[in-house]
């Protein structure tokens, strides 16, 4: 997203987790040269991967876990930076990671209230801490960008009026948080541990479900996890939220035609009025869909995540909106 490219023209790739290529001109080094000061939050995963080396202020985890929570610290932090009194103009990137597995909801919205299920608990959280941040922001001055870098499969489903929900409970919540204190030097025998316990795991749900009349898409959901063995190239992981807001943007149309994380720096550039960062990027504005204009639909290059173990099947493809081609990445040969 920082650079308008695919991936593979950035050094990184999915066969390991590879550092973002310091070459590569990016749209935050494009700002900054602009005036802009910029701000992100972040953890330890994205300062590893090169993504927020250019902002001029990180508030960064101390640890490499999930659990940089909005509501453990981090929200407030961000609230009272805007706050602030930040000097114009400015741009601020906030990637939380409260919607990973195993989530935490925050006690006063663990409600049926506020969602069946602690994925939709946790959105409700969530959505309630973008109003307290959007009340503190000149809306007419200001521009809003809302997506994500991934979706999630969320192993609960409602079958005939019932709900399956095989989300991880608080005992998986637990290790977990246990888990992100072990030491670096202590990785092996942590990830051995843990390739133990999500073979139990995967073996449970399995048992829970044997005796369900199930489709292969609803088995899929319930016992697959996003870090999991497999393909990760199904829309359940592809398909994310964008939302434009603020700024004199026309509220409340909804586009339909297909778009990539790759057109949303393009997008906010010519916004803002500056020229783009180079001609060779792969992203497009998106401007003329907001007012209706055509747009000529780009096919979308898709990979799953990097090697996380030896027996981890990797996956490249190419999506529109009538299609997906996938194969796999190692030896070609068509899925």
């Known amino acids: 997203m920082f650079t308008g490219l695919f991936p593979f023209k ?3 790739s999915n066969d390991t987790y590879e550092k973002l290529n310091s070459d590569i001109p990016t749209y935050v ?7 802009f000061n910029t701000f992100a939050t972040t953890s330890e995963v994205n300062s590893f991967l090169g993504l927020t080396e250019d902002f001029d202020l990180k508030l960064e985890s101390s640890s490499h876990n999930n659990y940089f929570s909005l509501f453990k610290g981090l929200g407030e932090k961000i609230l009272a930076k805007v706050d602030s009194a930040l000097n114009e103009p400015w741009f601020f990137y906030v990637h939380v990671n409260d919607l990973h597995q195993p989530i935490v909801v925050p006690e006063s919205f663990d409600h049926p209230k506020y969602g069946e299920t602690s994925y ?34 969320i192993r609960s489903l409602k079958i005939n009026d019932k709900i399956i929900n095989l989300e991880s409970g608080m005992g998986e919540k637990t290790l977990w948080q246990i888990g992100n204190k072990v030491p670096n030097v202590l990785y092996g025998p942590k990830k051995r541990f843990s390739s ?15 005796n369900l009349s199930l489709s292969k898409y609803e088995e899929r959901v319930l016992t697959t996890s996003r870090m999991s063995q497999g393909s990760h190239v199904y829309d359940d992981v592809l398909k994310v939220p964008l939302i434009f807001a603020g700024f004199n943007i026309k509220p409340n149309e909804i586009i339909s035609q297909q778009v990539g994380l790759i057109d949303v720096f393009p997008t906010i550039i010519e916004l803002i009025g500056l020229e783009n960062l180079n001609s060779d990027i792969d992203g497009t504005s998106l401007i003329p869909l907001f007012t209706n204009q055509h ?3 780009k096919p979308i290059f898709i990979q799953s995540i990097p090697h996380i173990s030896e027996n981890h099947k990797s996956y490249v493809g190419i ?3 009538k299609f997906k081609y996938i194969r796999n990445s190692d030896n070609n040969q068509d899925v």
Do not use: F, P
């Open 120 to 153: 939709e608990r946790m959105v409700s959280a969530i959505d309630s801490w973008i109003g307290k941040l959007l009340k503190k922001i000149n809306l007419e001055n200001t521009l809003i960008i809302l997506t994500a870098d991934h979706g999630e499969y």
């Open 29 to 35: 080094e494009h700002l900054k040269k602009h005036g």
């Open 10 to 12: 950035t050094g990184m």
């Open 196 to 210: 133990y316990l999500h073979k139990i795991r995967n073996s449970r749900r399995e048992k829970q479900i044997k």
């Open 319 to 321: 999506r529109t909106s």
């Open 295 to 297: 747009l000529d639909e």
